[in-house]
């Protein structure tokens, strides 16, 4: 079974982009107990271990960028990512 960074990569790549709401139930329905809540997914798993390898993006019926997806080779990082690591 991966760690929860695995996890969500997996379901991620399986299943497309996903809100965090739904990637956490896709997550605990596959790999059950892997995650801890969904604040501890989106503040350590997304925005912290996997910033590099992921990207909020807007679908067409969306107003916002709402959805986690994986970062495509050459497409740009988020905010987040590019300053984390900043002096």
Known sequence: MPG???AVMNVLSE???LKTSE???AVE?????VVVS???LKEHILKRALVNKL???QLDD???K???AVRRPGQVRMKIARTLHDP
């Open 66 to 68: 709402d959805r986690w």
């Open 4 to 6: 929860p960074c695995g």
């Open 29 to 33: 329905k596959k790999y059950p107990g």
């Open 62 to 64: 969306s107003k916002f």
């Open 15 to 17: 299943g497309g982009p």
């Open 23 to 25: 990637l956490y139930e």
């Open 55 to 57: 990207v909020k993006v």
């Open 38 to 40: 969904k604040t501890h």
